[in-house]
């Protein structure tokens, strides 16, 4: 499998952003999709979570209410859409996918990961 993520730039505080995550190499309705962040100094955070079946959405707290998770079957592509950014969502976001489990929140659990696109809100 095989992730390529795009989307990320230069905002100002309260704009929105929507990155993409292109799929390849495996049946696309077959994975679960998530997408982390990883903010300068910091650790790897989970942000949102999408089911393989149904599309059921999970987010993190501190997005909850301003992101949402989409996916696009026939595009092979699983969307973040950002509102209301805030300059602490500033970070590199990742997108990555997973072919055994329904859904993860975890980013032990996928196994496999994007390259990352960066996304800077200035205050």
């Known amino acids: 499998v095989q992730l390529q993520a795009s989307g990320g730039g230069l905002v100002q505080n309260g704009d929105s952003l929507t990155l993409s995550c292109l799929v390849s190499?495996?049946?696309?309705?077959?994975?679960?999709l998530g997408w982390f962040r990883q903010a300068p100094g910091k650790e790897r955070e989970f942000v949102a979570a999408?089911?393989?079946?149904?599309?059921?959405?999970y987010y993190s707290d501190s997005v909850k209410g301003r992101f949402a998770i989409s996916r696009d079957n026939t595009k092979r592509t699983v969307y973040l859409q950002m509102a209301s950014l805030k300059p602490e969502d500033t970070a590199i976001y990742y997108c990555?996918?997973?072919?055994?489990?329904?859904?993860?929140?975890?980013?032990?659990?996928?196994?496999?990961w994007g390259q990352g696109t960066l996304v800077t809100v200035s205050s």
């Open positions: 990555a996918a997973d072919d055994g489990r329904l859904y993860a929140t975890d980013s032990d659990e996928y196994d496999y």
């Open positions: 190499g495996r049946t696309f309705s077959g994975l679960a």
């Open positions: 999408i089911s393989r079946s149904f599309g059921r959405t």
